[in-house]
């Protein structure tokens, strides 16, 4: 069975204030594991695929890394405008399953 | 337009009701899908289309009937509905009918509520 887990749940942070954001998956059949961004009433928008371990890569403030079991969003110098919902998602020959998500709050 | 237009945005609609949810995708994706994402819990995948063809139905109510007469255009017809189907409904589309090396590009989703 494919799952995704990530944590935290939450996280707030001062801007300024490096952190990051953590997804353990299902290793077997992976095809790719995709980071998105949600904002409040929004679909999710997407960020970044990573398809092998040592992969990363990156935009803006953001960097995504991927291990053999599990991925990270690295975020640098957060502004408060990254504040949102970060989704990881695990891709399969199926679908695509995802986490519950970790809500970023990023105070100013 | 572009990318995955979802109507109407926002439903309220009594148990006894029947109403549909329309999806478009203007990105030539011939896959298409509907999740569902209720308040703390992971995104759920309802219907899964490849070519106009339904290829996955994760065990969903019979009141959920999906309809996708074209590769750019998929619903949700939805009937005799429960308070507990509120949800943001979104829809997505993906190239060549795979989670793919592509991902999935979402609509900005239909916030339904059931009384």
């Known amino acids: 069975e494919d799952q995704v887990t990530q944590s935290p749940e939450a996280l707030r942070l001062q801007e300024g204030e490096s952190s990051s954001l953590n997804c353990s998956y299902t290793?077997?059949?992976?095809?790719?594991l995709f980071w998105y961004r949600q904002d409040p009433g929004k679909g999710p928008e997407f960020l970044f695929t990573?398809?092998?371990a040592g992969e990363e890569k990156e935009k803006e403030r953001l960097k995504a890394t991927l291990t053999k079991k599990e991925s990270f969003l690295h975020i640098t110098a957060p502004k408060p405008e990254d504040s949102a919902t970060y989704l990881c998602?695990?891709?399969?020959?199926?679908?695509?399953?995802f986490g519950s998500g970790t809500q970023l709050t990023v105070l100013p | 337009e572009t990318g995955v237009t979802q109507t109407p945005r926002h439903l309220v609609m009594g148990m006894t009701n029947k109403k549909s949810l329309k999806c478009e995708q203007h990105l030539g994706h011939n896959a298409m899908y509907w999740y569902k994402q209720s308040a703390k819990k992971p995104l759920e995948l309802m219907f899964v289309y490849n070519f106009k063809e339904q290829t996955e139905n994760n065990s969903v109510p019979s009141r959920f009937s999906p309809e996708c007469p074209n590769s750019s255009h998929l619903f949700l017809h939805l009937h005799t509905l429960q308070p507990e189907d509120s949800a943001l409904y979104l829809c997505?589309?993906?190239?060549?009918?795979?989670?793919?090396?592509?991902?999935?590009?979402f609509g900005s989703g239909t916030r339904l509520t059931v009384v």
């Open positions: 997505a589309s993906s190239q060549e009918g795979a989670t793919g090396y592509y991902g999935y590009t």
């Open positions: 990573l398809y092998s």
């Open positions: 998602g695990r891709g399969s020959a199926r679908q695509l399953t």
């Open positions: 290793v077997s059949g992976l095809r790719g």
